[in-house]
């Protein structure tokens, strides 16, 4: 039998890091891939029906409003500023400025997701009316529990934060917790243009 030989030393690697480095941080973003396909899958499935009806949305529906969701839109980039702040401090392992900026972060997204239930009726249509109606609802509805796993994710961060001493490797999940964020906004912006502006221009 050969003797072992050691083929490198991984005691004075770093224990808690952030972004590409982490596991968590690729685990986050394969459930972006997957989250991303399906809303795509989504709206192919919109512009599809689209096709089928010489007005859109169908004669005797009206079009959506666009107070309350441009209202949610703004309040969702507002929302970035304390996302990549809280990101920012658990970077630097600042625990009173990540309370901080997770307190003023999950005020806005629990604010983002009250709204969202009129932002649901802004369609100005339910959902088993027409096939209009059932698609519309089908991509706001998807987007929806993405906001409300970010809500979960955050709020829980924040309590924990306040309640007791936390592990290093919490501060990574608060930077993830904000790149997972960035995707819900972005991906918000085309189902936005789509969904509620798109009725008006095609």
């Known amino acids: 039998m050969k003797p072992l ?53 169908p004669l005797r529906t009206p079009h959506p409003s666009l107070v309350v969701p441009t209202t949610n839109l703004v309040l969702m980039f507002v929302s970035c500023v304390p996302a990549y702040m809280s990101a920012r401090s658990a970077k630097q392992f600042d625990t009173v400025r990540v309370r901080r900026w997770l307190v003023v972060f999950s005020i806005i997204v629990v604010a983002i997701t009250v709204v969202r239930w009129w932002e649901l009726w802004a369609l100005n249509t339910r959902w088993d009316t027409n096939a209009y109606g059932s698609a519309a609802w089908t991509i706001v509805g998807l987007h929806t529990t993405l906001l409300a796993l970010d809500v979960a994710d955050t709020v829980g961060l924040t309590l924990l934060f306040f309640i007791r001493e936390l592990p290093a490797k919490m501060y990574t999940d608060t930077n993830d917790n904000s790149f997972y964020w960035y995707f819900s906004v972005a991906v918000w912006i085309p189902i936005y243009l789509i969904v509620y502006v798109g009725p008006r221009i095609f």
């Open 5 to 57: 030989r050691v083929a490198g030393n991984v005691a004075e690697l770093p224990s808690t890091v952030f972004g590409a480095r982490s596991l968590m941080w690729w685990a986050t973003l394969g459930m972006m891939v997957i989250e991303g396909w399906t809303l795509a899958l989504l709206v192919v499935s919109y512009l599809y029906l689209r096709q089928d009806f010489a007005s859109w949305p």
